[in-house]
């Protein structure tokens, strides 16, 4: 019988070295002598329950960054229009490389030039969990997650659905709200409540680096 620390010590280098390895494309992308944008390796807080956030991201086109908490990063894709609570607003979410966890926390402005570049908001945040007792990455290889998240704009059911691929080296997906009490029929208000979960700032006050920075979520130093 092998003891929990031994079953623990045994998987721990092999999940680390997996993060990193999904990390790679992530690192590769980017400058960290230039942009101030998470490198991976600060330590983040555990949690009982995954965590999501959504960045409202003014690079060279809008859009909104939906990121999942998966086996130790952030499965991520960028949503062009922004999330919509109404069900048959099925939007178009395009999948990005995997972010580090501790990107949960950033907010801020991605200097011109450089991959992304931008003002980047904290919009929205919390936890979520796959419907059910699904396993996330295997319904995410199957290219159907069912979720429910629980954040300060965003709640209930929700799924993802990918979309069958068209030579594009991007795969896309569809983000749709579920019918469950949280939907909001032909109502797009929800990205009008547009401050920052994490500094109640405006895109400008981020862009302009005024105001208080990102109450942390996911940094291990957390209080
Ligand atoms: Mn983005």
Redesign the pocket.
Known sequence: MISVAAEQAAWAPRCMSMAARKLSLYQAKRDFTKTAEPSGRARVKPAQYPRFVV?K?A?RRL?Y?LRLEVDGVFK?W?VTKGPSLDPRDKRLAVE?EDHPLDYGDFEGTIPEGEY?G?T?MLWDRGFWRPEGSTNAAQALSRGELKFVVAGDKLKGGWVLVRLRQDRGKRHNWLLIKHRDGFEREGDGSVLDADRSVASGRSMQQIAQGKGRGPKPFMAADAA
């Open positions: 960045q991201h690079a859009h960054d991520s960028a990005v992304g931008g980047v």
